[in-house]
């Protein structure tokens, strides 16, 4: 069964703080995503990646960075964490167009 | 105007009814899926489709082209389809674009 794995279901974390989010995939996938997902706005896409060391800007990539050294992992990066990125992460791995988005089982941020 | 728009945003069925879930987009495609989320879970892919209609088992979902409209319908339905129903768009790229959900809460 293919697998979208991400490191945390749950994680609190300090204003200010450093906060690595994990996605790794078994499923050889070119493309890889983050995605915020707050109540009434859907989701949201900070950052994908087509490829390793590629990446780029979805439409909310503000205070966030990402990195993709292999091609299995892609990590999300909140530089210096703000209570307003509280939220549900959600990574997601496909193979390209016209092909079905794999989803994790989403981390739940919360920053006090 | 957001270019995904689903109707309605909340719905509230007994056991046993047929649902209709709507959802209108406003670019081109290449394709339009389907997605299902149960609360405080992951988010599954129920359908992806480019044209006409797909089935599987109770679900049914369909799209018109011409009039950037898609439909997902429910045929007997169960209180274990109560979930969050998600529609997205591909457009001629990488990236999806997602309509905000339709709650669904099945009663038994």
């Known amino acids: 069964d293919v697998k979208v794995t991400q490191s945390s279901r749950y994680l609190v974390k300090r204003t200010g703080e450093k906060v690595f989010l994990e996605c790794v995939q078994d499923m050889d996938h070119e493309n890889m995503f983050w995605y915020r997902q707050d109540p009434g706005l859907g989701l949201r896409l900070i950052y994908f990646s087509y490829d390793v060391k590629m990446k780029e800007k979805g439409d909310i990539p503000e205070g966030y960075s990402v990195s993709r050294e292999k091609k299995e992992r892609f990590s999300l990066i909140l530089e210096s964490a703000s209570t307003n990125q509280t939220s549900m992460y959600l990574c997601?791995?496909?193979?390209?167009?016209?092909?079905?988005?794999?989803f994790g089982d989403g981390t739940r941020l919360s920053i006090l | 105007k957001n270019e995904v728009e689903q109707s309605p945003q909340n719905l509230t069925a007994q056991e046993g009814e047929f649902i209709t879930i709507n959802c209108s987009y406003s670019?081109?495609?290449?394709?339009l899926h389907w997605l299902q989320q149960h609360p405080g879970g992951g988010i599954v892919s129920l359908f992806m489709?480019?044209?006409g209609k797909k089935k599987h088992g109770r679900l049914i979902a369909t799209i018109n082209i011409q009039e950037k409209h898609s439909s997902l319908h429910i045929t007997a339905s169960h209180p274990r389809d109560s979930a969050v129903y998600i529609c997205a768009v591909r457009e001629y790229g990488n990236k999806l674009v997602f309509g905000a959900g339709t709650i669904l809460r099945v009663k038994s």
């Open positions: 670019v081109g495609i290449s394709a």
């Open positions: 997601a791995g496909d193979s390209g167009l016209n092909q079905p988005q794999h």
């Open positions: 489709l480019s044209s």
